[in-house]
């Protein structure tokens, strides 16, 4: 098992930063790759930004890319979404998650943290 919870959310004004954290618990060792999701209201949960828990590599949804940075620190099993040059359309509940080696799918999940950029 593994247990994720998330942090960080806030409101702020188009233009700022804010910085998402997920804190890892449990079984580490079993995490292939940790991931930032969110969901905006009326709409679908989407991909934001992926990080493989050994080696570090990236992945990021062409909407966030070259805004959001995904880091983890493996030592104290904590993982960031550092975001800069926020926009509205950022706004939504901001979900860390977790797959392991022995699925396909993110199998564990934050409880959620909101952000809310406004105009």
């Known amino acids: 098992q593994v247990q994720l919870e998330d942090s960080g959310g806030g409101l702020v004004q188009a233009g700022d930063s804010l910085r998402l954290s997920c804190v890892v618990s449990g079984r580490t060792s079993s995490i292939y790759t940790m991931g930032w999701f969110r969901q905006a209201p009326g709409k679908e949960r989407e991909f934001v930004s992926t990080i493989r828990w050994i080696g570090g590599s990236t992945t990021y949804a062409d909407s966030v890319k070259g805004r959001f940075t995904i880091s983890r620190n493996n030592a104290e099993n904590t993982v960031l979404l550092q975001m800069n040059s926020l926009k509205p359309e950022d706004t939504a509940v901001y979900y860390c998650?977790?797959?392991?080696?022995?699925?396909?799918?993110?199998?564990?999940w934050g409880q959620g943290t909101q952000v809310t950029v406004s105009s």
């Open positions: 998650a977790a797959r392991t080696y022995t699925t396909i799918k993110y199998d564990y």
